[in-house]
């Protein structure tokens, strides 16, 4: 059993970064790492997420704003957050999905993300 470990949410002005970073309990090797969020009364969406070789998707409108990375040899896998607005207040969520049957997926508790003046 993985656990999935999120860190660095919190309140911040619009316009304003932050970085969050998820630590897994083991190899990451086998799976694809994410991040998803959601917002109060919304369905939870994908944010960003990263293959073991790097390759990152994003949702599209979050393009540009922010950037998944991971570093397999820490197990780790960050999200760099910048020109936060309003709506971009959510929890966030750390995700791994395996990529080698059976297919195991993996969520963290969330860390909350606010965004206001």
């Known amino acids: 059993q993985v656990q999935l470990v999120e860190s660095g949410g919190g309140m911040v002005q619009p316009g304003g970064s932050l970085r969050l970073s998820c630590a897994a309990s083991g190899s990451m090797s086998s799976f694809r790492m994410g991040w998803y969020r959601q917002a109060p009364g919304q369905q939870r969406e994908v944010v960003a997420t990263?293959?073991?070789?790097?390759?990152?998707n994003y949702q599209e409108s979050l393009r540009g704003r922010f950037t998944g990375s991971r570093h397999n040899g820490r197990n780790t896998n960050d999200l760099e957050m910048n020109n936060l607005q309003p709506e971009d207040t959510a929890i966030y969520y750390c995700t791994a999905r395996g990529v080698v049957a059976p297919v195991l997926n993996y969520w963290g508790q969330g860390t909350k993300v606010a965004v206001s003046s």
């Open positions: 990263v293959t073991s070789g790097g390759l990152t």
